[in-house]
């Protein structure tokens, strides 16, 4: 008899559920990995990209963020120090 179904007969039933379940771990597994493994390269990629961009110009992204980012502050904050 199987561990889940109490009856002879239903051993295939639990056969197929278990290999259903192996089969759903290992694509789960893969999924992830492929996940992980395409974030990694897209990463250093854009960080190479951009890093040669501004290795061959004046424009720099952090200056151009960090520029953006004090405007806006500015621009919400501006009311409150007048």
Known sequence: MGRIFKTPTDDSTE?????MHIANTVDTAYERA??????????????????????HSDWSLWDSTAQWFGEKLSNWLGGWFD
Do not use: H, N, Y
């Open 15 to 19: 056969a197929t559920l278990r290999a």
């Open 34 to 55: 492929w996940g992980w493994l395409k974030a990694l390269v897209f990463s250093i990629a854009s960080a190479l990209t951009v890093s040669a961009i501004e290795f």
